[in-house]
């Protein structure tokens, strides 16, 4: 399965961009021999359905699943399933389709093109799945150990491999270093800002909560990592509410420990997939956007709209 056109638009939403569809972009440029955006393909990133529908292949947005139609969302009612019934993200969806091209691809110089298959199979068990599992916030399964791709084990694929002809020369590895130090220098930087803005995080999130009328309701006016400051100082806290950066408010919920997939208080069962005007009608609230199908997030257009939809979700828990 190709693309329609020599020099394809491959499409995914705009706004705050997750795992699931940066893997699936980079599982495509490798399938399908594509370089950077511009050269010989356009990647748009965009909600706009117009434009969504005008796209040769399509992932995480849309609403529509369709492999034979490059079609590749997960977020819909009906939307496929692994046989385990864990449900797929776009990388999974993707990598159903894709992955093995992919893995071909990336083994051809070599020429092992052979192994795809099996390879192909391991990466959509050690890594694919675990990524399908986070993005649909649902518990790890299954008898295989997920790659956790800690910054040791990241660092360790930079070596030569046992069969690369310089492996054990005098300066075997020394170009793979100074890239694997490349690498780590950017982490570190990178982990030192992230960890003086969760410290900043933290105080915003105690002020915020502070001043709540409801303990049970967090809202923030900026949006922010804010649970691991709710678990840092007990707060009671079941939903936040928080602007997103395409304009929408998010009412998340608070899971009821560390690393769980679950939920302290599930949004209403009745507002699960629902969308738009059906939402609206099932919750009362006029400018409701949408509700996961797994229940963990929602969406209204207004801040009014998204805390009037978790004071709703906390009056209707039992």
Same mark, same amino acid.
């Given at each position: 399965?190709?693309?329609?056109?020599?020099?394809?638009?491959?499409?995914?939403?705009?706004?705050?961009?997750?795992?699931?569809?940066?893997?699936?972009?980079?599982?495509?440029?490798?399938?399908?021999?594509?370089?950077?955006?511009?050269?010989?393909?356009?990647?748009?990133?965009?909600?706009?359905?117009?434009?969504?529908?005008?796209?040769?292949?399509?992932?995480?947005?849309?609403?529509?699943?369709?492999?034979?139609?490059?079609?590749?969302?997960?977020?819909?009612?009906?939307?496929?399933?692994?046989?385990?019934?864990?449900?797929?993200?776009?990388?999974?969806?993707?990598?159903?389709?894709?992955?093995?091209? &992919?893995?071909? $691809?990336? +083994?051809? *110089?070599?020429?092992? @093109?052979?192994? %795809?298959?099996?390879? /192909?199979?391991?990466?959509?068990?050690?890594?694919?799945?675990?990524?399908?599992?986070?993005?649909?916030?649902?518990?790890?399964?299954?008898?295989?150990?997920?790659?956790?791709?800690?910054?040791?084990?990241?660092?360790?694929?930079?070596?030569?491999?046992?069969?690369?002809?310089?492996?054990?020369?005098?300066?075997?590895?020394?170009?793979?270093?100074?890239?694997?130090?490349?690498?780590?220098?950017?982490?570190?930087?990178?982990?030192?800002? &992230?960890?003086? $803005?969760? +410290?900043? *995080?933290?105080?915003? @999130?105690?002020? %915020?909560?502070?001043? /709540?009328?409801?303990?049970?309701?967090?809202?923030?006016?900026?949006?922010?990592?804010?649970?691991?400051?709710?678990?840092?100082?007990?707060?009671?806290?079941?939903f936040c509410v928080s602007p997103a950066s395409n304009g929408n408010w998010m009412v998340d919920t608070m899971p009821p420990e560390p690393g769980s997939f679950a939920q302290r208080l599930p949004l209403p069962e009745a507002w699960a997939g629902l969308q738009a005007d059906e939402l609206a009608s099932v919750s009362g609230v006029p400018d409701a956007v949408f509700v996961h199908l797994r229940r963990f997030v929602g969406a209204a257009k207004s801040r009014d709209g998204a805390i009037a939809m978790?004071?709703?979700?906390?009056?209707?828990?039992?």
């Amino acid at each position: 399965m190709r693309p329609t056109q020599p020099h394809p638009l491959l499409i995914t939403h705009s706004g705050k961009f997750h795992c699931d569809e940066v893997f699936a972009y980079a599982v495509l440029r490798f399938a399908l021999g594509l370089s950077k955006p511009g050269a010989d393909h356009t990647l748009r990133r965009t909600r706009k359905a117009e434009l969504v529908e005008s796209g040769d292949i399509v992932w995480d947005v849309g609403g529509q699943f369709d492999a034979t139609a490059n079609r590749f969302d997960h977020h819909q009612r009906g939307a496929p399933l692994r046989p385990d019934e864990t449900p797929f993200s776009s990388a999974g969806l993707i990598w159903q389709t894709y992955g093995e091209r &992919a893995v071909a $691809a990336l +083994l051809e *110089a070599g020429g092992a @093109v052979h192994f %795809a298959p099996s390879i /192909a199979a391991e990466l959509d068990e050690s890594l694919v799945r675990r990524i399908d599992e986070i993005d649909n916030g649902v518990s790890a399964s299954g008898p295989v150990m997920r790659d956790s791709l800690s910054l040791a084990a990241l660092v360790g694929e930079f070596n030569p491999p046992w069969d690369s002809p310089d492996a054990n020369g005098p300066s075997a590895g020394d170009d793979a270093f100074l890239e694997a130090s490349a690498m780590v220098s950017a982490v570190l930087a990178r982990r030192v800002e &992230a960890l003086r $803005a969760r +410290l900043l *995080a933290e105080e915003k @999130v105690r002020a %915020a909560h502070a001043a /709540a009328t409801d303990a049970r309701l967090l809202v923030l006016e900026t949006g922010m990592p804010w649970k691991n400051a709710v678990f840092q100082h007990a707060l009671p806290v079941m939903f936040c509410v928080s602007p997103a950066s395409n304009g929408n408010w998010m009412v998340d919920t608070m899971p009821p420990e560390p690393g769980s997939f679950a939920q302290r208080l599930p949004l209403p069962e009745a507002w699960a997939g629902l969308q738009a005007d059906e939402l609206a009608s099932v919750s009362g609230v006029p400018d409701a956007v949408f509700v996961h199908l797994r229940r963990f997030v929602g969406a209204a257009k207004s801040r009014d709209g998204a805390i009037a939809m978790a004071r709703k979700a906390l009056a209707a828990a039992p």
